[in-house]
């Protein structure tokens, strides 16, 4: 489907990423085998499949409201890697180093872009009770823990604002306007072009009731391309809005990919319904018309369908791979915009739950988890990372994988295989968690990944993980995988994935605290960011130059003297900034918030930017974590946590909120901001 806006209408990269671009190709064109999802022959079995699939939720929701349990509260979530950027400032911090990702920070060299926060200026949510099921009556009542807050600004909108790296200063030169009803996912730049993609939703969460199809309905996603070439006088290119919640995006080249997902509205439909209300539900089901379950677009405000029945796939319920209770009905979409032509130039959906992403250089992968009475696994559905969207394939692996937050570092595509972690509950009182490790080939004569290995297995029966360890810090890099878990101490794992039909775990480190956050340095250095024995923010390099032997080369607190701390780069790569100097220096970041006392003060609360280099990294012995300095933000605005970080040169600016404070990387104890 391509919509050129003649009919209508009168550089950056990642910071991290997978080893080098992949070699290995999606197929030319998509094999004529039919794999697990199949395409919807016409308009009546699209409605019957999304009739189907209202009735199932409805169903399942009823016969969990009887048996739910609150207990532990232990998710069964278990959501690669290059060096840095070598240019002379840095970009947003990616998994793939060939795939954009958005963020509400970007910056071209010139300009930093800023969109503002979810709640700055409109509202704060007291009680984020985040759409629990089975309890409807808290769902219907949400809207009542909203109270509006002051953020500060007259007029929502994005900043531009021009750097000086030479004295590392900024000042604003621009803005973009924002609707107060819409919220800024994130933004794209793009040669002379800001790409700015906003949704109508509030504080959703893919992965997240994804059994809960009612907040996905009503739902717009928009994204509006600029001409900055005058970066002081923005103008629209291609005003884009569609029926769906935004879910996440990729920027590749000149195309941006959007992840997004629509239920059908369906006015009184009862999704916890007694034995009157199934009769009522039936009969608006049978009320349903085509025309009522595809989602429509507008483009410069001349509306047209986004997809037709043709565009979307359903479960061969037929095939081995499908689900026990196949049928769902929200859509997930996935939709290409050409940002050279200025046009949407495909969409494509399927019908089933779906509880994450993950994007390589080639593929879109979308993840199913299924829950089943005895045990849980995960689906994979492929599709091409190109303006096609053909479907690739699908396969399945024992235990479960959601993809939020950054566990997308738990999957990860090289040379032509898919690597997944999962992990899966027991029964086992002495051992309650399971890791596994999965190995996936797309097959030549048909369009299915096929499991080609797993660890631990008959051969190697060593487990991932001590008893009751818990997932931390995963990252693939290459032919290696790193993992950390924990329950008291944090184990370190080297996996050697050199032969993908036969991983096998070469050596472990015991040490104390753990890692949320793992950046390979490069081939001998790993650096772990996460938790140390007090609960404070630590760092720790580590020397992985033998596999069998890997060991630390010490850590650091980055709080000193703290009562708390906590840092949003243990859970969000985006707020981490690296960069490759030369052969022997790399620069990093972190920002940490953090909680001080002392007699004079009582308790105060800070946010500091911690400014790092690690020394002698072509050295792996003798590497080393040097502190260089902190920027302190002096900010009150306690409802925007939001930091990052961008060098430039000497210059660092670091954005807390939407304030900017910078100094110059020779002599941080001079800082100036906000501007």
Partial sequence: MFIPLAM????????????????????????????????????????????????????????????????????LDAESSAPASSDSFTTTYTLEASVDEHDYVKYDGDHLFIAPSRGMDCCFIVDDIAFREPFPEENE???????????????????????????????????????????????????????????????????????????????????????????????????????????????????????????????????????????????????????????????????SPLLSASDCRVADSENSLAPVSSGFPTMTMLIAVDLASQ??????????????????????????VDYGEADSRTLVHSYSLSADLDYLGSGVVDGALALSGDRDFRINEHEGYLRLVTSRRTADAE?????????????TDKPELNLVATLPNTERTAAIGKPNEDLYGVRFFGDKLYLVTFERIDPLYVLDLSDPLDPLIAGELSVTGFSDFLHPVNDDLLLGLGQDEQGLVKLELFNVASLTAPFSLGSTSLSPGANWSYSEARYNRHAFTYQAIDETTDRFSVPVSLSLYSDEMGYSEERRLFLFEIDSKDRPADASIIEVGQIVAKTELWWDDRQRAVFDGDAVFYIDGTRVWSTLWTAPERQDGPF
């Fill in 141 to 303: 009542t949400i809207a009542a823990d909203i109270m509006p807050v002051s953020g500060g600004n007259d007029e929502r909108s994005i900043r531009i604002l021009s750097t000086d790296p030479e004295v590392a200063t900024a000042s604003q030169v621009g803005t973009i306007p924002l609707s107060d009803s819409r919220t800024v996912e994130g933004l794209y730049t793009n040669d002379n072009q800001l790409v700015s993609i906003s949704s109508s939703g509030w504080w959703g969460v893919f992965g997240d009731s994804f059994d809960t199809p009612s907040i996905w309905a009503g739902q717009t996603t928009a994204l509006d391309i600029y001409d900055i070439t005058d970066a002081a006088n923005p103008a629209r290119q291609l005003q884009l809005e569609f029926q769906g919640g935004f879910v996440s995006s990729r920027r590749q080249g000149d195309m941006v990919y959007l992840v997004a997902r629509h239920t059908p509205e369906v006015v009184s439909y009862n999704y916890y319904p007694d034995s009157l209300q199934i009769a009522e539900n039936e009969t608006l089901l049978d009320a349903l018309e085509p025309e009522d379950i595809l989602p429509n677009m507008s483009i410069n405000g001349v509306e």
């Fill in 8 to 75: 209508i209408m009168a550089s950056c990269g990642g910071g991290g990423g997978s080893s080098a671009p992949q070699t290995t190709q999606p197929p030319a064109t998509a094999p004529v085998a039919e794999g697990l999802l199949i395409e919807v022959e016409s308009q009546n079995q699209l409605l019957e499949r999304v009739r189907q699939g209202f009735t199932q939720v409805a169903t399942n929701n009823v016969a969990k409201a009887s048996t739910v349990e609150l207990g532990d509260g232990v998710a």
């Fill in 431 to 443: 051992d309650r968690i399971d890791h596994q490790l999965s190995v996936l080939k797309l097959a």
């Fill in 343 to 368: 046009s949407v130039v495909n969409a494509v959906c399927y019908l089933e739950p779906t509880s994450g992403i993950y994007v390589s250089n080639n593929a879109i992968y979308l993840t199913q």
